[in-house]
């Protein structure tokens, strides 16, 4: 089976539900400028990640949180919040590089 990719999505979807922020940011453009954009996100999204985890790297010795000898009463919680930080951080990061472009 070839694994070869064209770059194509031909059947690409964006859910109002579970993806209402892209949704809204695409719903009014045309079909070129929707593709400009959903490219130009796309690659924020990964120059972000990409300083997201090479600042964790960097920082991972200041990092707060709980040590391995620590008991934590609900680890999928802290888990679960940890997650919600991170997505708001990056949110935010996204939202800031992007200036007065929005």
């Known amino acids: 089976m070839d694994k ?5 999505f031909s059947n690409l979807k964006i859910s109002k539900m ?8 695409l719903k009014d ?3 070129k400028e929707r593709g400009d954009r959903f490219r130009v996100l796309a690659m ?4 972000s990640l990409h300083n997201l985890s090479h600042n964790k790297k960097t ?9 391995s000898t620590e008991y934590s009463p609900n680890p999928i919680k802290d888990e679960v919040d940890k997650l919600k930080k991170t997505k708001r951080e990056l949110k935010n990061r996204l939202l800031n590089s992007m200036g007065d472009n929005i």
């Open 4 to 8: 070869s990719w064209d770059g194509k």
């Open 18 to 25: 579970a993806f209402p922020e892209l949704y809204q940011e």
């Open 29 to 31: 453009l045309q079909h």
């Open 44 to 47: 924020l999204g990964l120059y």
């Open 59 to 67: 920082s991972a010795s200041t990092e707060d949180g709980l040590s």
